[in-house]
């Protein structure tokens, strides 16, 4: 099993939808997660911490379920310049290394 | 935010030549910072852990000797890849941690060996 797994994707929605992204992770001691933004060729950028309690951001909600070991990203009513992959990562062992799942592709259309 | 600067942005290198990547934290100090590496419609990943003063910390699978990691100072490391062959070819990108294990990524290297 991989330590982070997400959504395949890609995902194609319309202007003004809402999209939601799941992520899982293998080690349960696991503290720190993060959902990432990434453009294409380009670095993945920090998007919002998932916090136990939750977190919203603008349109943006991210999500921490514990018992069932995933976070979720929310996407409401979706831009065109929201169009990227979404990576989720989480901090994971001693060592706090960083683990990224393999991102999941958005692309909102007109 | 949290400001890192990664340098060359990109580089083509022929077979058995060397390569070094800087990455630097321009507006912090980094007791950590990170490498990874990126395929094409990959993940990132990890390839090691750099601590400022002591040695790199590699994850299993990657070579120490091939990939010398050095972490001179609490704003500067950097990656060389020795002999780089053309399965070298990657985005090399370097994060850094300012002391919230949130992450911030330099705009990363994109490396082809010819």
């Known amino acids: 099993r991989k330590e982070v797994e997400q959504d395949p994707g890609p995902f194609n929605v319309p202007e003004g939808a809402t999209v939601a992204f799941n992520c899982t992770y293998s080690?349960?001691?696991?503290?720190?997660f993060f959902w990432y933004r990434q453009d294409c060729r380009k670095e993945p950028k920090l998007l919002m911490s998932v916090y136990s309690s939750g977190n919203e951001d603008g349109r943006f909600t991210a999500q921490l379920n514990r018992a069932s070991q995933y976070i979720s990203l929310l996407i409401r009513d979706s831009k065109l310049s929201d169009s990227a992959t979404y990576l989720c990562a989480v901090l994971m062992g001693e060592d706090n290394d960083m683990r990224f799942g393999a991102g999941t592709r958005l692309t909102v259309k007109p | 935010g949290a400001v890192v600067s990664q340098h060359p942005s990109w580089v083509i290198c022929k077979s058995g030549t060397s390569v070094k990547i800087e990455c630097r934290s321009l507006d912090f100090q980094a007791t950590t910072m990170f490498w990874y590496r990126q395929f094409p419609k990959q993940s990132l990943m990890l390839m090691a852990t750099s601590n400022e003063g002591s040695k790199a910390t590699y994850e299993q699978g990657v070579e120490k000797d091939k990939f010398l990691i050095n972490h001179a100072s609490l704003t500067l490391s950097t990656l060389t890849v020795t002999s780089a062959h053309p399965e070298d070819s990657s985005f090399y990108i370097c994060?850094?941690?300012?002391?919230?294990?949130?992450?911030?990524f330099g705009p990363g290297t994109r490396l082809t060996v010819t």
């Open positions: 080690n349960s001691a696991s503290q720190s």
């Open positions: 994060s850094a941690d300012r002391g919230t294990y949130e992450q911030y």
